[in-house]
């Protein structure tokens, strides 16, 4: 039996969601600004390596066993709860922590490099940003680390980086339209070209 094979199996042959021009996810403002998501590889399904595969899979695993474990405490929390904010009348943003908390968001990550003592890595702030805006409550990074625990990271909500996120999806998803407008033109010529 090859594991690796399993396992990519599960994360790249299971269908893919739907891109919607107009409907953003909050990771998705890091990702642009970072070059990975591009207008270009917007509608693509993005195929993981097999070292993705393997640090998706290690913090998902340290999540699933943590909502299992809230669960079977019933601990008072909502997992995965997911809310819509509208950035304008054309963009929404999905926004769908780990875990949400009565009086506190937390979003759990187990990340494969450092992180300073008490201090958020860049690559989660536009994400924690996100959170706070659709909560309204304070915001925790969770850092799982080995053997088991949790250490809790407060989040500084900016308005100066919510400003900016906005902008960002804003300007892509201009970028986005005019993609698939051209997309479209070019289609609707092949076709009439087959007539």
């Not at 009348?89 to 875990?99: A, H, N, Q």
């Given at each position: 039996m090859k594991v690796d094979k399993i396992l990519s199996n599960y994360y790249n042959d299971r269908p893919k969601y739907s891109r919607t021009v107009g409907r953003y996810w909050a990771t998705d403002a890091s990702n642009i600004k970072k070059g990975y998501l591009t207008p270009e590889l917007f509608f693509e399904p993005k195929s993981i390596d097999?070292?993705?595969?393997?640090?998706?899979t290690t913090g998902q695993a340290y999540e699933d066993m943590l909502t299992k474990i809230f669960?079977?405490?019933?601990?008072?929390?909502?997992?995965?709860e997911k809310r819509v904010?509208?950035?304008?009348?054309?963009?929404?943003?999905?926004?769908?922590?780990?875990?949400?908390?009565?009086?506190?968001?937390?979003?759990?990550?187990y990340p494969f490099s450092m992180v300073k003592e008490n201090t958020i890595p860049d690559r989660y702030k536009d994400q924690l940003e996100c959170e706070y805006f659709a909560f309204q409550k304070p915001v925790y990074l969770g850092v799982f680390?080995?053997?088991?625990?949790?250490?809790?990271?407060?989040?500084?909500?900016?308005?100066?980086?919510?400003?900016?996120i906005q902008k960002t999806l804003k300007t892509f998803h201009e970028e986005v339209k005019k993609l698939e407008k051209e997309r479209k033109n070019v289609g609707d010529v092949n076709e009439e070209n087959k007539n």
């Open positions: 097999m070292s993705g595969v393997r640090f998706i669960k079977e405490q019933k601990v008072d929390v909502k997992c995965q904010m509208k950035i304008n009348e054309e963009i929404d943003l999905v926004v769908k922590p780990d875990y949400v908390f009565p009086d506190f968001v937390l979003e759990t990550k680390s080995t053997p088991f625990a949790i250490n809790f990271i407060s989040y500084k909500p900016s308005p100066r980086r919510w400003n900016n």
